[in-house]
């Protein structure tokens, strides 16, 4: 069956670092890759999009790479900062669909200062 | 330009009652989703409606559940004869693609909170 997986233990970096996510999806071939901000009580707030034809996207701090081979997405926040702490979730979109999104379960991200 | 607008925020229901979700897109978007997010899961893709159609419900269970997107007005969830595992948080969103496409970002709304006591 289809799954996306992203790391279910909270990552605890030190503000100016770089945070790197991970996304990993099996039994899936999606044509475009998201991702999303989530603060405690919000709903998701849409960061970037990259095709699968991409190798790299990139957006101010923000940095996504998309690897079909490994079948992995890695998102990066350079320069962190507390204000950047929340949950961060990757989605999938399939070539054929109907734009809905099918989520990993996000990785939750503390920024100290 | 109002982004997503959800109503209510918290909507607490006794077992067996009704629970109605409303959900107002962004202007100018006509392509509208639902997701629902249990505690401690991820957020799970529900129904997928333009104006007057429902496109995918692939997501709805099969019971209880259904959803519309009239000519006018908001689109509504609607959960009939809840139970306690029917409370979550359910979240909509709308987007601006001609076919829902899937290279359109999609806008959420700040969610409902559905308590079933």
């Known amino acids: 069956s289809q799954k996306i997986e992203q790391n279910s233990e909270a990552l605890n970096i030190q503000e100016g670092k770089t945070a790197t996510l991970t996304c990993n999806y099996t039994?899936?071939?999606?044509?475009?890759l998201q991702w999303y901000r989530q603060d405690p009580g919000r709903g998701p707030v849409f960061l970037l999009l990259?095709?699968?034809?991409?190798k790299e996207k990139r957006k101010e701090r923000l940095k996504v790479t998309f690897d079909t081979t490994l079948k992995q997405s890695l998102f990066h926040i350079t320069a962190s900062q507390p204000a950047d702490s929340a949950t961060y979730l990757c989605?999938?979109?399939?070539?054929?669909?109907?734009?809905?999104?099918?989520f990993g379960q996000g990785t939750t991200l503390q920024v100290k200062p | 330009n109002a982004g997503v607008m959800q109503n209510p925020r918290h909507l607490v229901r006794r077992r067996g009652q009704e629970a109605r979700l409303r959900c107002s897109p962004m202007?100018?978007?006509?392509?509208v989703y639902w997701y629902r997010q249990l505690p401690e899961e991820g957020l799970k893709f529900m129904v997928y409606?333009?104006?007057?159609?429902?496109?995918?419900e692939s997501g709805m269970p099969k019971e209880r559940f259904s959803a519309e997107f009239p000519k006018e007005g908001p689109s509504i969830l609607r959960i009939q004869q809840v139970v306690r595992g029917d409370s979550a948080a359910y979240f909509c969103?709308?987007?601006?693609?001609?076919?829902?496409?899937?290279?359109?970002?999609?806008?959420f709304g700040p969610g409902t909170r559905l308590t079933v006591t």
């Open positions: 969103a709308s987007s601006p693609g001609l076919a829902g496409g899937p290279d359109y970002e999609q806008y």
């Open positions: 039994n899936y071939s999606p044509a475009y």
């Open positions: 990259i095709r699968e034809n991409e």
């Open positions: 989605a999938l979109v399939g070539s054929s669909n109907t734009g809905k999104l099918i």
């Open positions: 202007k100018g978007h006509s392509h």
């Open positions: 409606l333009q104006k007057e159609n429902i496109i995918d």
